[in-house]
């Protein structure tokens, strides 16, 4: 396996940026998810990995190769792509097998090499069936296969699982991430769900407009995403943002709400807000660190129940706050109604604040 370094990697079509001026390392052995909402860039942030398309501008280095203008087939990688892209007529021994034979590697090692990859995913009993015979997560593991009998420096994978169900899809997260710890393999992962980034990657990198937001372990960006994109995006729910103003009560600061009630903050939380470079902030917090009272409640704020999400174990409570829906987990035995009033406590150990004007995340001076 191999590291791969995207150094300053640009592609454009004219004026428009598919990819703009990113730049992270993946280290030997790592896999890490590309994540965002379509159209971010991410898709072609790994086709530039693979050579699919030219590059604009940047060099890309695999191990250590510069293949920023190599063919695909110089680059020592191996995709997974979305729809599998197998040979309907041929068996799935014949599936695995192909890469080696367009090599022209002896057939004893061809042979050695199928049945090594068959047995690493399980597949061995399937050799002899066709693709059509096969149910959607066995079709996977065969595209799976066809790359790993190449034994390629890294493994590049568009979305292998968004054409299964939700079941097979948590099932296939575990194959795969199995996949990687048995193999210590070097994977790039593109994925718009950012709950398999989360679950899967050693790190992702979370991509907006074509610029890259956020490069870290999954719980770093959980826990400090650095403005209010990622906060929004990753997480589920995701994280809520209620947009509010900084007001001073002498040496006491707060953030007030159109309507007019004021959240008094912490003193280290007081130091966020005044960090920012006008009065408005934007106040972000979890489910998880929310209270809900049916009652009014000192230091909680007035909301108004606009939806309620029983799920079994745990109840979703969208709630009306200072114009933004804000989701709150409460217990399954607390009974809500639409329209209802309700008063919301946040913890200030665990609430984030953002900048309103650069959406950038505060820290106290």
Partial sequence: MAQVV????VKNYGSVYAVNHVSLTVNDGEFVAL??????????TLNLIAGLIPISDGTIVIGEREVTRLDPKDRDIAMVFQNYALYPNKTV???LAFPLQMRKQPRETI????????KVLDITHLLERKPRELSGGQQQRVALGRALVRDPAVFLMDEPLSNLDAKLRVQM???????????????VYVTHDQLEAVTMADKMAVMNGGFLQQYDTPAQVFANPVNTFVASFVGSPAMSLIPLQVVTHGTDVALQSAEGWELPLSPENARKALSAKGKDVVLGARHSTLK???APHPGAVPGRVYTVEPTGDVTFA?????????????????????????????????????????TMALSAR
């Fill in 6 to 9: 995207l150094k300053d990697v």
């Fill in 35 to 44: 994540v965002g909402p379509s159209g971010c860039g991410k898709t072609t």
């Fill in 93 to 95: 021994f014949n599936n």
């Fill in 111 to 118: 042979e050695e090499k199928v049945k090594a990859a068959a």
């Fill in 173 to 187: 997260r575990s194959e795969i991430k199995r996949f990687h710890h048995n193999l210590n393999a070097t994977v």
């Fill in 292 to 294: 809900l009272h049916k």
């Fill in 318 to 358: 969208q709630v009306f706050i200072a114009e933004a829906v804000v989701n709150i987990s409460v217990e399954p035995t607390v009974m809500l109604d639409p329209d209802e009033q309700v008063w919301i406590e946040f913890d200030q150990s665990r609430l984030h604040l953002f900048d309103g004007e650069t």
